[in-house]
């Protein structure tokens, strides 16, 4: 049905696998739309309980992709595509009456990393890595991060999200954010498997009264992010930083 997100449906349980293994599972234009309709399918079936989110190949998701130049400040629509795209997806699973599981089967980046901590549950593969890199670009962390971090890690995501920076599987766990395991997929549908034959309403509901102590305000800082974002996306520095990555050089930074 869609060309970058391999959906099986395994009853009340679905397995949404990104499937770009050649780009890291990058969150291109493509794959976000397949995403965003696959999961709101999902979300409005009343059969469905538990969704997966996983990665094909060696990457759960590099992030956005990155791969072209812009032309001048201004020439990409930071603003735009957060609202219109990339916020959609973290609310259908941060908001969604079912449950969602992550499984980092290797690098999480940027607003990969924000899809796996958007998810009720995580297990991450050993070698799995998570790496905040927007800086790098000019920018801030998106996509929810920075309110998703600081309120379920606190002080010590605060330096990954003010300068960015990489950490590993054991050190998510030691956070909170992940348990490590063999066969984050395999845990993973076992975990879902004991879900759906649980109280899911008491699950669902649960899920509720979290949402509405920890991320109550996500809409309102998500409005504040995209204007940030956007206004980034306007300076020399980001053009500067996309131009570095894509040229494989260090950034040279103006702070203008």
Do not use: W
């Not at 034959?197 to 509720?208: E, L, T």
């Not at 956007?230 to 131009?243: A, I, K, P, Q, Y």
């Amino acid at each position: 049905m869609y060309r970058y997100v391999i959906v099986d449906d395994r009853g009340p349980i679905t397995v949404f696998t990104l499937n770009r293994p050649d780009k890291l599972n990058a969150l291109g234009p493509e794959l976000r739309a397949e995403l965003l309709d696959a999961l709101r399918k999902f979300n409005s079936d009343p059969n469905k309980r538990v969704g997966v989110l996983t990665g094909a190949g060696r990457a759960f998701s590099s992030g956005a992709e990155i791969s072209v130049k812009p032309s001048g400040p201004g020439a990409v629509d930071l603003e735009g595509e957060l609202r219109n795209s990339f916020h959609l997806i973290l609310r259908e699973i941060r908001f969604s009456d079912k449950l969602f599981i992550a499984a980092v089967n290797g690098v999480a980046a940027g607003a990969g990393i924000s899809l796996a901590v958007a998810c009720d549950f995580a297990f991450a593969s050993r070698n799995a890595r998570f790496v905040l890199a927007f800086q790098n670009l000019g920018i801030v962390p998106d996509t929810g991060l920075t309110l998703m971090m600081a309120r379920l890690v606190g002080a010590r995501a605060l330096r990954y999200l003010l300068i960015g920076g990489e950490f590993t599987a054991e050190e998510a766990e030691a956070m909170g954010l992940v348990k490590v395991v063999d066969d984050p997929l395999g845990e993973a549908l076992k975990f879902a498997n004991e879900i759906v034959q649980g109280p899911f309403r008491a699950y669902s509901y649960g899920k509720r009264l979290i949402n509405e102590a920890l991320f109550k305000d996500l809409d309102q800082f998500l409005a504040v992010e995209a204007r940030l974002q956007g206004e980034l996306g306007n300076t020399h520095d980001f053009v500067e930083g996309v131009s570095a990555f894509l040229e494989k050089r260090r950034p040279r930074f103006t702070g203008s």
